[in-house]
């Protein structure tokens, strides 16, 4: 079993829409997280969720809002994609350390 | 906050040469390093981490180096082979801080390339 899925693995759009990228992870991780990797292969965090609760929010549009119906759930949603959206986003969980993190296997979003 | 900063950005070695991934940090407080893979098309995979209380860790071909008092520490692969090809992260935290401190920041990633 996957420990941390995320879903699509593709996802190509054009400008404008709204998109959203799922996240499950199934390991008992508290803590998950939304971290976007650019063309340079910079990876920054974005948002972390704590037991459904954000405790990370790093200067990202208000554009990009995530989601946690559950502890074992992140999504991102994302409005009015911007061609500067384009990149990898990996979804991670832990146990709110930085013990054992866990990453999924990333989005790889385009925006046309 | 914690800065984490990761050179070179990219490193092409021949096979069955060594390669060698150099971090620093600015938090003192920090005591975890890890150090993950990240493989075409799939997620970072935790490769090797060491602890503030050694200065020296080894699993085989991959060992990682600490130096708390300059505040870096390095990745050296030897006998590389073409699937140790990849882009390395380093990373820095302090687990036992309170808040977002105690959240991984990771270096600017290395991709490493073995050529055959």
Request: with cysteine.
């Amino acid at each position: 079993d996957t420990a941390v899925s995320q879903t699509p693995k593709y996802l190509v759009t054009q400008m404008g829409n709204d998109k959203s990228i799922k996240c499950e992870q199934n390991l008992g991780h508290d803590t998950m997280y939304w971290y976007k990797q650019d063309s340079k292969k910079f990876l920054k965090i974005m948002f972390s969720y704590n037991n459904k609760e954000l405790i990370i929010n790093e200067t990202v549009p208000n554009r990009f809002s995530p989601k946690s119906p559950d502890k074992a759930h992140l999504n991102l949603h994302i409005n009015s994609l911007e061609l500067g959206d384009s990149a990898v986003y990996f979804c991670a969980s832990s146990d709110g350390t930085a013990y054992g993190y866990t990453f999924g296997s990333g989005t790889r979003l385009t925006v046309v | 906050g914690e800065n984490v900063e990761q050179h070179p950005s990219t490193l092409s070695v021949q096979e069955g040469d060594s390669a060698v991934i150099k971090c620093t940090y600015s938090d003192s407080a920090s005591n975890y390093f890890p150090w993950y893979k990240q493989e075409l098309g799939k997620g970072s995979q935790l490769i090797i981490d060491i602890r503030s209380n050694v200065g020296e860790k080894k699993d085989q071909r991959i060992a990682v180096t600490l130096n708390k008092t300059a505040k870096h520490f390095s990745l050296h692969i030897t006998e590389t082979q073409p699937e140790d090809s990849a882009v390395y992260f380093c990373a820095a935290s302090n687990p036992m801080a309170s808040g977002s401190a105690r959240q991984l920041t990771f270096g600017s990633g290395t991709q490493l390339t073995v050529l055959p």
